[in-house]
C-alpha cells in the first residue's frame, strides 16, 4: 500500500507540473489531492524524524506564521484571509515534499519535461488565438501582450516560459547522455519556439531575465566544459541575432513598450496619473517606502496594506494607482509593508537555504530559478496570486527535494 501512495506522490505532482501553465482553475484541486495522499499515508512522526533538514520548511511556515500574526492588527480580515488562503502552500508543499520520499533525478527530469510540454502547448494555444484575433481585427496588437498571454498575466507566463527555457539549455548543454541529431533539432526548436513567446508577451522583466540568462549558462558551460573556441563562437551568435532582433522589432509593441519604458524610468517629471508600467512602479515604490518608514517592525498588517497604500497613493496625487489599486509591484517591498522586518527576514532566510544548497550541490537549474523568482520578485508583487506562489514554492519543493549523489551518499539527508 506504501509504494501506491509514493506513485500517487509523483503523479500528482506531474499533474501539478502540467495544470500549472494552462488551467489554473484546477491547479487548487490537485494541491487538495496531493495533501490528501499524503495524509492518508499517515507514519508523521517517522516520517518528520526521517525527513532532510527542515531549515527551508521552519522559514516556510515561519513567513505564513507572520502572516498570521499580522492579522492580530489588520481592520481589513477579508482581504487578510484571502492572503492567508493564498499562501496556505507556503506550509503545505514544503512539508509534503520535505517528509515524502525524495524525488530522483529522473523523475525531476519527468517533472519538467511535463511543465516544459504543457507550456509549450500554453504557447501554441495563444499564436492561434491570437491569429484569429487578428484575421477578425487585422491589427499586430493581437500578437503582443495581454491579448498573447489571454489565460495567464503576461508576467507569470513570461517567468513560466524562462524556467522552460532554463531547463532546455540544461538538457542541450549539461545532459551527460548521448544526444541523436534528431533530439538536438527538436530541443532547439523548442528553445525558439519558447524565446519568440517571451518576445511576445512583451514581459519587460522576462525579456531582460532571459538576456541576462542566456549569457550567464553559456559562460558557466565554457569554464565548466573547456570549449572556449565553441563558446566564444556561440557567444558571438548571441550577439547577432540580439543586435537583429533589435533592428528588426523597431515597429513591434514589445519594442514600443521598453522604448516608454525607458523613458519615464529617466523621466523626473511623470505625470501622476499615468497608468504605464514603469510610471506606476516609480510610484508605489515612493509611496510603500513612506508606509514602511512609519511601521519598519511589524509592518500594517496583512489585511491593511492595500488600503493603506492606496490611502499613500491619495495623499501623494497617484490617482492612476488609486483609480487601478496597484500593489507595490515588488515582492519585498510588499513583505515588508505588510508585515516589516517580522515578515521579511523569514521570507529573505527561505530564499537563502535553497541558494546555499543549489550551490553547494552545483545544481545549476535551481540556481536559474531562484535567479529568474529575485528578478521577477522585483517588479511583480509574485507571491499574492495563487498564479506566483503555488509555482514557486512547488518548484522550489521539488527541487530542493531530489534525490542527488550527494544525498545518497549522506543517507538521503540534504545537508545545508
Not at 499515508?41 to 500574526?69: M, N, P, W
Not at 525558439?192 to 549569457?215: D, H
Not at 565554457?222 to 563558446?231: A, D, N, R, T
Not at 508585515?339 to 550551490?359: D, T
Amino acid at each position: 500500500m506504501l509504494i501506491s501512495f509514493k506513485k500517487n506522490h509523483f503523479y500528482l505532482t506531474v499533474l501539478l507540473a502540467l495544470v500549472l501553465p494552462l488551467f489554473q482553475r484546477l491547479v487548487p484541486a490537485t494541491v487538495a489531492l496531493l495533501l490528501l495522499n499524503y495524509l492518508a499515508q499517515g507514519r508523521f512522526k517517522t516520517r518528520f524524524q526521517e525527513a532532510s533538514d527542515l531549515r527551508f520548511v521552519l522559514y516556510s511556515c515561519l513567513f505564513y506564521l507572520a502572516h498570521i500574526i499580522g492579522m492580530a492588527y489588520s481592520d481589513n480580515l477579508q482581504h487578510g484571509l484571502f492572503d492567508l488562503q493564498v499562501k496556505l502552500c507556503f506550509v503545505v508543499l514544503p512539508v509534503i515534499y520535505a517528509t515524502s520520499t525524495l524525488l530522483t533525478s529522473s523523475q525531476r527530469k519527468f517533472i519538467m519535461w511535463a511543465f516544459t510540454g504543457s507550456v509549450a502547448l500554453a504557447v501554441v494555444y495563444s499564436m492561434v488565438n491570437s491569429y484569429i484575433s487578428y484575421i477578425e481585427v487585422r491589427h499586430r496588437m493581437q500578437f503582443y501582450g495581454h491579448n498573447f498571454s489571454r489565460h495567464l498575466h503576461l508576467g507569470y507566463f513570461a517567468l513560466y516560459i524562462n524556467l522552460s527555457v532554463a531547463f532546455v539549455l540544461n538538457l542541450l548543454l549539461f545532459s551527460e547522455k548521448q544526444k541523436t541529431i534528431a533530439s538536438i533539432v527538436v530541443l532547439i526548436t523548442l528553445l525558439l519556439l519558447l524565446i519568440l513567446a517571451i518576445f511576445l508577451t512583451s514581459s519587460k522583466i522576462g525579456l531582460i531575465s532571459l538576456m541576462l540568462m542566456l549569457p550567464g549558462i553559456l559562460l558557466y558551460w565554457m569554464v565548466k566544459s573547456g570549449k572556449w573556441f565553441m563558446g566564444l563562437a556561440l557567444f558571438a551568435l548571441l550577439i547577432f541575432a540580439t543586435i537583429t532582433v533589435y533592428k528588426t522589432s523597431k515597429k513591434t509593441i514589445t519594442y514600443e513598450r521598453f522604448e516608454l519604458a525607458f523613458k519615464n524610468a529617466f523621466n523626473p517629471d511623470l505625470d501622476k496619473s499615468s497608468v504605464e508600467s514603469t510610471a506606476t512602479r516609480k510610484f508605489a515604490w515612493k509611496a510603500s517606502w513612506n508606509v514602511f518608514s512609519k511601521n519598519p517592525i511589524i509592518g500594517v498588517g496583512t489585511g491593511d496594506i492595500k488600503d493603506r497604500l492606496i490611502e499613500q497613493y491619495g495623499k501623494m496625487g497617484y490617482t492612476g494607482l488609486v483609480r487601478e489599486r496597484f500593489n507595490p509591484h515588488n515582492q519585498f517591498i510588499q513583505t515588508a509593508v505588510a508585515l516589516g522586518i517580522m515578515g521579511l527576514l523569514p521570507f529573505l532566510l527561505w530564499m537563502f537555504i535553497p541558494l546555499v544548497l543549489a550551490i553547494r550541490r552545483r545544481d545549476l537549474l535551481l540556481i536559474l530559478f531562484l535567479f529568474l523568482f529575485f528578478m521577477n520578485a522585483l517588479t511583480e508583487s509574485l507571491i499574492e496570486r495563487q498564479a506566483g506562489v503555488v509555482f514557486t514554492v512547488f518548484f522550489l519543493s521539488v527541487l530542493v527535494w531530489t534525490k542527488t549523489e550527494h544525498s545518497a551518499e549522506s543517507g538521503g539527508k540534504i545537508e545545508f
